[in-house]
T-cell receptor, first 114, second 112 residues
């Protein structure tokens, strides 16, 4: 069964550094998302992406964050200058259409900012 | 904002027993999704409910959405160790929205 893949599974970085989290969505899906889960908290929506542009973003997704689909398969989340509070599990998801979800999630990247 | 509350927060049951997890909203749910998460892993889609009164089953798991579309329940029959994990309900915040709002999760432990 097709799946969403994320790399790396774990990323450790120093505060102020830039990180790029990578995702390969399911090949025939058109909508792409990033969610995050801070340890012990709820899964939170960050951003949705369709037709090469952001379709919706949350308050969390400030100017430090950006997303890109650099080619036909990858979908990336960049954090420009990481903060301690960015430490979380970041999940990529994709869906085939905007209606009648479900989202299919990857296994996540655990980001630790020291 | 549309908050989802799950109950219980954690549940320990003996293998073979039945159990129910609830997901409640103060507002109408336009789409309700159940996911399972194993510790440190991604969310695995279980079921999607959209119509009031809808019920779906997959193997030993049944999910229902009430008529008012404000509460959903997930019922597991004859639980097995493989059912252990964190169960999350997610909902469309507004009709047709692309993003989901999630509950805090219910941690299920199955004792042999």
């Amino acid at each position: 069964e097709p799946e969403v893949t994320q790399t790396p599974s774990h990323q450790v970085t120093q505060m102020g550094q830039e990180v790029i989290l990578r995702c390969v969505p399911i090949s025939n899906h058109l909508y792409f998302y990033w969610y995050r889960q801070i340890l012990g908290q709820k899964v939170e929506f960050l951003v949705s992406f369709y037709n090469n542009e952001i379709s919706e973003k949350s308050e969390i997704f400030d100017d430090q964050f950006s997303v890109e689909r650099p080619d036909g398969s990858n979908f990336t989340l960049k954090i420009r200058s990481t903060k301690l509070e960015d430490s979380a599990m970041y999940f990529c998801a994709s869906s085939i259409a905007d209606k009648y979800l479900p989202l299919h999630f990857g296994n996540g990247t655990r980001l630790t900012v020291t | 904002s549309q908050e989802l509350e799950q109950s219980p927060q954690s549940l320990i049951v003996q293998e073979g027993k039945n159990l129910t997890i609830n997901c409640t909203s103060s507002k109408t749910l336009y789409g309700l999704y159940w996911y399972k998460q194993k510790y440190g892993e991604g969310l695995i889609f279980l079921m999607m409910l959209q119509k009031g009164g809808e019920e779906k089953s997959h193997e030993k798991i049944t999910a229902k959405l009430d008529e008012k579309k404000q509460q959903s329940s997930l019922h597991i029959t004859a639980s097995q160790p493989s059912h252990a994990g964190i169960y999350l309900c997610g909902a469309e915040r507004i009709q047709g929205a692309q993003k989901l709002v999630f509950g805090q999760g219910t941690r299920l432990t199955i004792n042999p």
